[in-house]
């Protein structure tokens, strides 16, 4: 037996989840992987909707994304050892899986775990085995989201949340340009263009760390 992150009360629940569809006869885990791809989406959308409140929906959509990539899935399935104990086809047996199967095998074990023992288990087996890629996320926006370093910062030192003020935009609609401002406790920081609203704030985020830096 597997040592996973979660006791199964229903072995044939297990037994099924790492069932590959080339397996011969009798019932496979696609169903499941169809459930734990559901399940796996709104663990994930729930976990960087909470702690990055501050972020966009593209932003959140595009770090879910990398969290739920088949590379990462493959990557938790074969720390989980997943593949020692599939049970494949003649034709895969004695082969290495591929990313794809390791990462239908680890959605269909989470499909398991939720039928098993509900939303909160699955919850805690995916944080549990999908630590590596969510702290990947975590060390990403870090390290190239100065918006967010800054807030941080403004609510360590100050309780307070920094504010972003326009100061000109100039340029036809197609290649505008805009400058932006950070505002804390009513201390304006050095200004930074952007060819968006986002990006100035995201620079002029830059230039307000520049200041604080040596604070830091």
């Not at 169903?31 to 399940?39: C, H, S, T, V, W």
């Not at 941080?152 to 340029?171: D, K, M």
Request: charged letters at 25%; one cysteine or more; hydrophobic letters at 45%.
């Amino acid at each position: 037996m597997l040592e996973l992150p979660h006791a199964f009360r229903d072995p044939e629940l297990f037994e099924l989840a790492l069932t590959h569809a080339s397996a011969e006869g009798g019932r496979n885990n696609e169903r499941l992987e169809f459930l734990g791809d559901a399940a796996l989406d709104l663990i994930v959308a729930e976990e960087l909707f909470r702690h990055h409140p501050d972020l966009p929906e593209g932003d959140l959509t595009e770090l879910k994304a990398a969290v739920v990539s088949r590379k990462a899935l493959a990557e938790a399935g074969r720390a989980l050892r997943l593949g020692e104990a599939a049970r494949v086809g003649r034709g895969m047996r004695g082969r290495q899986p591929t990313v794809s199967v390791m990462a239908n095998l680890y959605e269909a074990l989470l499909g398991a775990v939720y039928l098993d023992g509900g939303y909160e288990a699955a919850r805690a087996f995916a944080l549990a085995t999908l630590h590596a890629p969510l702290e990947r996320v975590r060390q990403r926006l870090h390290a190239a989201n100065p918006k967010q370093e800054l807030q941080i910062v403004c609510q360590a030192r100050w309780g307070i949340l920094p504010v972003y003020e326009l100061l000109q935009s100039s340029g036809r609609s197609h290649a505008r340009a805009f400058l932006m401002a950070a505002l804390i406790g009513g201390e304006r920081y050095p200004c930074a263009w952007g060819r968006t609203r986002k990006e100035a704030e995201s620079w002029a985020a830059h230039e307000a760390l520049l200041v604080l830096a040596p604070e830091r």
